[in-house]
Structure formats: C-alpha cells, structure tokens
C-alpha cells in the first residue's frame, strides 16, 4: 500500500536503522563502480580482448547512471519511494549475477548497463528516503552515516579488487553482491514505507532528455580526458558541448511548470552553496584518489601492494573522522568549519605533491592521514548542509540535482587529475603524451598543486554563508 508523502515524519521503530540500510546498499554500488578497474587485465584474457574493449563496460556503466539519475526523483514520486528502491536492489543484483557469468564483451557491457540502471535508482532514491524521514535534529547524524561509502570506496575499492582478482577470480567482484543484495532487499521491504507525492506531475520528457544529454557529454568528456592515449580535443569538446546542453537545459526549466530538475532549490542559500561552490571543491579533492596511487607506483617506484596499503592510511582517516564530524559542526558550526577545512584539505593536496621517494613514511603517512580527514569532513559537511533549509515539498527535487551535479563531479575531479597531470608533462617539453610516456615526480608535484589551489578557490563561496547556516540541523554558531 502506498501512502502519500507528508511533511513530518512518522515514528516507527526502524528509523534510526534507515541510513544503515541506505549506506550498504550505497556501499555496493560505490564500490562496483571503483573496484573494477584492478580486474581489466584479468577481465581481457577471460574474454580475449583488451583492456580498453572491456573497460567499456565500465564507461557504459557510467553513462547509464548519468541517464536515470535526472529522472529517478519523479519515478520514485510517482510509484513510492519503497517500490523503486527494492526495484533497484533487485536490478542491480540481477545485473550483477549477469556480469558474474558473462563471457563476452558484449553480455558484459549489456549487463552493465542494466546495473548501471539499478544503480541510478538505488543511491539517489535511498538518500531521498532517509532525508525525508529524518527529523531535522538527527539529519546530521544520518548523512554523516550516508556518506561514508562515497568516501571509502574510492580508497578501499582497488586494494579489494586485486585481492579478488589474484586469490579468486573477477568473477566474484560481482558475485559477492549477491548476498549483500538479498539481505538489502529484505530489510528495505520491512523497513521503508511506500511514501510518494499525493500530485502526480507529468514527466517533462524534453527536460529529462536535455539533463541525460548534459550528464552524457560532460561524463563522456571527462572520462576520455582521464585516458592518456585518447585525443583531448575530442574530450574537450564533449565538455563543451555538455555545458552547452546544461545551459540550455537551466533556460528550460526555468520555464517550466513542473522540470525534471528543478532549479529553483538553488535559490536556498545553504543548498546552493554545496551545489556550486562544493562542486569545485569536490573536483578538487576528487583528483587525489586518481593521482595518488600513481605518485606512489610510478613517481615513487613502489609496488601495487606498498602502494595500497598507503591508501589504507587515508581510507583509516576518511572513518576515523566520522566518529568526530557531529560534534565538529555542533561546536563549531557550518560557516567556520567549512572554511577552515576546506584551507587544510587544500593544502594538504599540495603537500602531497612534496613529497618525494626521500621523504620518510611516517610523514608521507601523516601527510595522506590529513587528506583523509578532511576529505571526510568536507563531504560530510556539504551532504547535511544541502538538506539543512530544504522544505519537504522541496526534498524530491533538491535531492535530483543534488545526485546529478554530484555524479558530474566525481568523474570531473578524476578528469583534472589526469588533465593536470598530463598538462604538466607538456609543459616541461614533452611534445605529446601517449600511454608509453613515463611522467616524471616533478608532473604529479604540478598537477598536486593546481588540484590543491583548485579546491582553495572554492573558499569565496563559503565565506558568503550566514554564520548561523546549518543552525536547523544542529550546527553550531562557531562561537
């Protein structure tokens, strides 16, 4: 049965257990998207091709999420919240056992393409069910829950899939879903309520057509810049051409009466701050999982495994700072803890690019454990700040562009770490850059510092915030 959505959340015995149920389930699609890539070797010999033919089941995977996530908001108003969610888990389960036991390069994209759909509807769809059924006073505490996967898998993702892949099989990097799947899906069905709008609103195809078009180009785009063999005015001008349909698509929908993805929550002060000025600083910071691993293997010289195990110093970070977020934005508020961390996480960045193979361990340790924490601190921030001025009339279409921008991100913060770096050899005479052109220390130090003073740049953004931003959901004043 469903019930329609109302504005105070009702009581029941299971609400303090939703953002553990969201957060696995975020888990495993966090994690399928990262932990792939140590298994494309392996994955080529299985099906007697090369890597970059099975890596396109991961880009397919991609766009098919940057496809449903615009619409996802309006399927789960329109057919209740618990529905779409257990429909998700069971797709990308589905899809995940279909991966497991494909055999060639075309089941294998198919498949990924429909996890990819499950994956569209689970995590954008599981954050609007705890978002709406959360008081205000306990919001902080559960995106704090929420977002750790997105912190995590990143980090732990690739150590995880070389160990799959050298003492078992690639297979099971999908097959090990299943479980967690079935488990997922029980507790939603005896945990979520089938809430939806009480007004249906019609779907603005053209919007939801010009949105998928936006996040196609821009995550296309992006990924190719990522790949060094690929031509960068052939990815430039997918990101152009992305922004271009983006512009075209804010123009439409503020000419709508009812748009796909409504812009009008930006006009929320607290919300637009994470929208624009954490995106930057999410691009920012979401470059180091991509150069950090490479500074250890290839300007370092360290093994896989040596490099792995440094990655864990900063996955250990990401959670050990979770136990302190709460009551960081309780004493210090929203305004002043943003500022101040996004300065560290900023310089910390460009730490990272001084290190050298000389350095000692404890502080290339040190230096990555500091990344870590305010990795996890920023993101953590901007996730319950977002929500924090978010009326329930509201909740289904902030929490849509919230995913979007948020999906952009990831993959364009991957894409200045590669652009960065790249332009870094460049600079230093390298003519071109192909996949057999070692990069030198001296490239990630360059490409360290400009992702560094890339997230600095977003501080203007935060210092225009109220002092009192966040005071909703328990944030302090900074006194």
Same mark, same amino acid.
């Given at each position: 049965?469903?019930?329609?959505?109302?504005?105070?959340?009702?009581?029941?015995?299971?609400?303090?257990?939703?953002?553990?149920?969201?957060?696995?389930?975020?888990?495993?699609?966090?994690?399928?998207?990262?932990?792939?890539?140590?298994?494309?070797?392996?994955?080529?010999?299985?099906?007697?091709?090369?890597?970059?033919?099975?890596?396109?089941?991961?880009?397919?995977?991609?766009?098919?999420?940057?496809?449903?996530?615009?619409?996802?908001?309006?399927?789960?108003?329109?057919?209740?919240?618990?529905?779409?969610?257990?429909?998700?888990?069971?797709?990308?389960?589905?899809?995940?056992?279909?991966?497991?036991?494909?055999?060639?390069?075309?089941?294998?994209?198919?498949?990924?393409?429909?996890?990819?759909?499950?994956?569209?509807?689970?995590?954008?769809?599981?954050?609007?069910?705890?978002?709406?059924?959360?008081?205000?006073?306990?919001?902080?505490?559960?995106?704090?829950?929420?977002?750790?996967?997105?912190?995590?898998?990143?980090?732990?993702?690739?150590?995880?899939?070389?160990?799959?892949?050298?003492?078992?099989?690639?297979?099971?990097?999908?097959?090990?879903?299943?479980?967690?799947?079935?488990?997922?899906?029980?507790?939603?069905?005896?945990?979520?309520?089938?809430?939806?709008?009480?007004?249906?609103?019609?779907?603005?195809?053209?919007?939801?057509?010009?949105?998928?078009?936006?996040?196609?180009?821009?995550?296309?785009?992006?990924?190719?810049?990522?790949?060094?063999?690929?031509?960068?005015?052939?990815? %430039?001008?997918? &990101?152009? *051409?992305?922004?271009? !349909? #983006?512009?075209? $698509? /804010?123009?439409?929908?503020?000419? +709508?009466?009812?748009?796909?993805?409504?812009?009008?929550?930006?006009?929320?002060?607290?919300?637009?701050?994470?929208?624009?000025?954490?995106?930057?600083?999410?691009?920012?910071?979401?470059?180091?999982?991509?150069?950090?691993?490479?500074?250890?293997?290839?300007?370092?010289?360290?093994?896989?495994?040596?490099?792995?195990? %440094?990655?864990? &110093?900063? *996955?250990?970070?990401? !959670? #050990?700072?979770? $136990? /302190?977020?709460?009551?960081?934005? +309780?004493?210090?508020?929203?305004?002043?803890?943003?500022?101040?961390?996004?300065?560290?996480?900023?310089?910390?960045?460009?730490?990272?690019?001084?290190?050298?193979?000389?350095?000692?361990?404890?502080?290339?340790?040190?230096?990555?454990?500091?990344?870590?924490?305010?990795?996890?601190?920023?993101?953590?921030?901007?996730?319950?700040?977002?929500?924090?001025?978010?009326?329930?009339?509201?909740?289904? $279409?902030?929490?849509?562009?919230?995913?979007?921008?948020?999906?952009?991100?990831?993959?364009?913060?991957?894409?200045?770490?590669?652009?960065?770096?790249?332009?870094?050899?460049?600079?230093?005479?390298?003519?071109?850059?192909?996949?057999?052109?070692?990069?030198?220390?001296?490239?990630?130090?360059?490409?360290?510092?400009?992702?560094?003073?890339?997230?600095?740049?977003?501080?203007?953004?935060?210092?225009?915030?109220?002092?009192?931003?966040?005071?909703?959901?328990?944030?302090?004043?900074?006194?």
């Amino acid at each position: 049965m469903t019930e329609t959505l109302r504005p105070q959340a009702p009581k029941h015995s299971y609400i303090h257990l939703l953002p553990y149920l969201v957060a696995a389930t975020f888990f495993m699609e966090y994690l399928d998207t990262t932990v792939i890539a140590t298994a494309l070797p392996q994955m080529a010999r299985t099906f007697g091709v090369g890597p970059n033919e099975v890596s396109l089941g991961m880009t397919a995977y991609m766009l098919a999420i940057a496809v449903f996530i615009p619409v996802s908001g309006w399927i789960a108003d329109r057919f209740g919240t618990r529905t779409v969610f257990c429909c998700a888990i069971i797709i990308f389960t589905l899809a995940s056992i279909l991966c497991g036991f494909s055999t060639t390069v075309f089941a294998f994209t198919g498949s990924r393409v429909l996890q990819g759909l499950g994956g569209a509807m689970m995590v954008p769809v599981g954050r609007l069910i705890v978002v709406r059924k959360t008081e205000k006073s306990q919001l902080m505490k559960a995106i704090s829950t929420i977002t750790w996967p997105a912190i995590m898998a990143p980090v732990v993702g690739p150590p995880i899939g070389g160990f799959i892949t050298t003492y078992a099989s690639w297979e099971w990097i999908f097959l090990l879903n299943v479980p967690f799947g079935i488990a997922a899906l029980i507790a939603a069905m005896i945990m979520v309520k089938n809430e939806r709008e009480p007004h249906r609103k019609p779907l603005d195809i053209p919007g939801f057509l010009l949105s998928a078009a936006t996040l196609i180009c821009i995550l296309y785009g992006t990924e190719l810049a990522s790949q060094q063999e690929s031509n960068k005015w052939v990815a %430039l001008s997918f &990101v152009t *051409a992305g922004v271009m !349909l #983006g512009f075209v $698509a /804010f123009r439409f929908a503020a000419r +709508q009466e009812h748009p796909l993805i409504d812009f009008s929550t930006l006009r929320v002060p607290t919300y637009s701050v994470t929208v624009i000025s954490g995106s930057i600083t999410r691009i920012g910071i979401g470059a180091v999982p991509y150069l950090m691993p490479l500074l250890f293997q290839v300007g370092f010289g360290l093994s896989a495994f040596m490099s792995g195990l %440094l990655l864990l &110093v900063s *996955a250990s970070a990401n !959670l #050990g700072m979770k $136990a /302190f977020t709460t009551r960081i934005l +309780q004493r210090w508020g929203f305004r002043r803890v943003s500022i101040i961390n996004v300065l560290a996480a900023g310089i910390s960045i460009i730490a990272c690019g001084m290190l050298t193979p000389s350095t000692h361990v404890a502080i290339v340790m040190a230096v990555v454990f500091i990344y870590g924490m305010t990795r996890s601190m920023q993101f953590t921030t901007l996730a319950t700040l977002a929500y924090c001025d978010i009326v329930p009339t509201q909740m289904s $279409a902030a929490n849509t562009l919230w995913n979007a921008a948020g999906q952009m991100t990831i993959g364009m913060g991957i894409a200045f770490g590669a652009a960065a770096l790249q332009g870094a050899a460049i600079w230093r005479g390298t003519s071109s850059i192909s996949i057999h052109t070692p990069f030198i220390l001296n490239d990630f130090q360059w490409a360290f510092i400009l992702a560094g003073t890339l997230t600095i740049c977003s501080l203007p953004g935060y210092f225009r915030m109220a002092k009192d931003a966040g005071s909703k959901v328990g944030g302090g004043l900074g006194r």
